[in-house]
């Protein structure tokens, strides 16, 4: 094996690494504690945020010329990219959950319903997210394997020779 192909195989990891930590820092850390810490529905926007952020980056990242040349990085670069977008369905859930329990606390008449209803279809709303960082967890440690070992992902049909 070239020093170039384990070079490869490092630079085909970055972008399930960057995954990862999206998921570590920003989303089983931040958000449950910007809940724990009752500061509102608002600051749930922060973490939501961050993790566009971090997807237009890899984005950006995706579609860079360098990135490109190289056919198992590219790969994994696009890999990373389709599991994005579970979790762009989970936040659209989510905030059709959040905005369906609002129009519900709207609705009532009692000031405290309201705010008992908000609270309670937030936590209900944030479970799709949290079911699909489990499952992108899941995958992208796969994804890692398969990276380190210079395969490419199996909708590519090909592995990169050892």
């Known amino acids: 094996m070239t020093t170039g192909q384990i070079d490869n195989r490092k630079t085909a990891r970055i972008p399930h690494n960057l995954f990862m930590l999206n998921l570590a820092l920003v989303h089983l850390l931040m958000t449950p504690g910007i809940i ?3 500061v509102g529905l ?6 939501l945020a961050i993790s566009l952020v ?19 990085v590219h790969q994994h670069w696009l890999l990373a990219l389709k599991r ?9 859930i989510t905030a059709a ?9 709207l609705s009532s008449p009692d000031q405290n ?12 709303a944030i479970m799709p997210v949290l079911i699909a960082v ?6 992208e440690t796969s994804a890692l394997g398969l990276a380190g070992k210079g395969e490419l992902p199996e909708n590519s049909k090909r592995s990169i020779p050892s």
């Open 54 to 72: 971090i997807m237009l980056i890899s984005w950006k990242i995706s579609n860079s010329t360098t990135v490109i040349s190289d056919e198992l």
């Open 42 to 47: 608002k600051a749930i926007l922060i973490p």
């Open 36 to 38: 724990a810490l009752d």
């Open 84 to 92: 994005y977008r579970i979790l762009l369905i989970a936040y659209t």
């Open 134 to 139: 489990m499952v992108c967890f899941f995958l």
């Open 97 to 105: 959950l959040i905005l369906l329990g609002h129009l519900l606390a």
């Open 113 to 124: 319903m309201q705010e008992l209803l908000d609270t309670v279809f937030l936590r209900i």
